[in-house]
């Protein structure tokens, strides 16, 4: 497959491509920052970060948590969305509308208007944690994109085809990097290599990863 070699030099804002549907935004969560940062904070009080494990029985090095209607969840028994967090049988915290209304703005940048996200994925990785490659395929419509926010640490972000066999590009996000992918480009395999240690100023030793999707 083709591969794409982005990184930090490029247009902020400006939607690079990463395939026929699936674009890279430079920076398009920054002017958001202020808002998202106590938003994360409100939520996590509600429903603390947790390392989940998978039904291989591995524990996840990247820790989670969600908000919105749904939230994705794994346990032995299987991948899923659950409207309730597993760990105190209470509803996921609501959507904060920061973090909807940056949902909606970067997708439509990329092409997908009129997206409504009901749920959302929040990841932490610590040095050291990372992502295999997967597919984003367990929720019901597949029709809406992906939309995934980076804060913090830098990541080498792998960006696959639709077979896990296929070479991934290498593609570097930053603090503030919004990727957005749906259509053809919609199961395509994707991971974040192991994180090494480079501080944020603000978020220090860890990168915080929200990624939003129409589960339901």
Request: aromatic share 10%; proline share 10%; with cysteine.
């Amino acid at each position: 497959m083709q591969t794409f070699d982005l990184f930090s030099d490029a247009t902020p804002g400006q939607p690079e491509p990463m395939g026929p549907r699936a674009f890279l935004l430079r920076g398009f969560a920054l002017p958001r920052v202020d808002e998202l940062l106590p938003a994360i904070a409100r939520v996590t009080d509600a429903a603390p970060f947790r390392h989940m494990v998978t039904p291989g029985g591995f524990t996840m090095s990247v820790a989670l948590t969600n908000c919105g209607t749904l939230g994705w969840t794994t346990d032995r028994h299987g991948y899923r969305y659950s409207r309730t967090d597993p760990a105190t049988g209470l509803p996921w915290p609501a959507m904060p509308e920061a973090f909807a209304a940056l949902a909606r703005e970067a997708a439509e940048a990329a092409g997908f208007p009129r997206f409504e996200p009901d749920a959302c994925l929040i990841n932490r990785y610590l040095p050291g944690a990372r992502m295999s490659l997967h597919q984003d395929k367990n929720e019901r419509d597949l029709d809406a994109p992906i939309v995934s926010v980076s804060l913090g640490m830098p990541a080498i972000f792998l960006f696959g085809g639709h077979r896990r066999s296929d070479k991934p590009a290498r593609i570097g996000l930053h603090h503030g990097d919004i990727a957005v992918w749906g259509g053809p480009d919609r199961l395509r395999y994707h991971g974040v290599m192991p994180l090494s240690d480079v501080p944020h100023p603000v978020l220090g030793s860890q990168r915080i990863n929200f990624t939003f999707r129409k589960a339901g």
